[in-house]
């Protein structure tokens, strides 16, 4: 059986890149629990207000029914220009499944 809580994070990426690529993509690295771990790569990285193309996911799951939070927001040294890694706590996911 799938986890509703994975299963609402993917459509949620999904969601996301839909309409925040080519200069933001999105992608589920972990999931501890009930918090999520995601990569966030793209030229995005070189504009003002970064942190919140990472913080935009958040308003995605709760477009989506659901509720999450940004616990932390990590940028990477060194080669690693163009990547983010946003660390969120789910705190609601929808009680209906999530189409499109």
Known sequence: M???????????IEYYNRFRAPEAEARLVDVK???????FTGSFCHT???RDWVEDLAYVMKSLGGDA???EYIEPEGE?????IGVFKILKIPDER???
């Open 69 to 71: 939070v940004l616990k």
């Open 80 to 84: 690693e220009d163009y990547k983010r």
């Open 98 to 100: 999530v189409d499109e």
């Open 48 to 50: 003002c207000g970064i």
């Open 2 to 12: 799938v986890d509703k809580k994975y299963f609402f994070t993917l459509k949620s």
């Open 33 to 39: 629990g009930d918090e999520i771990v995601v990569e």
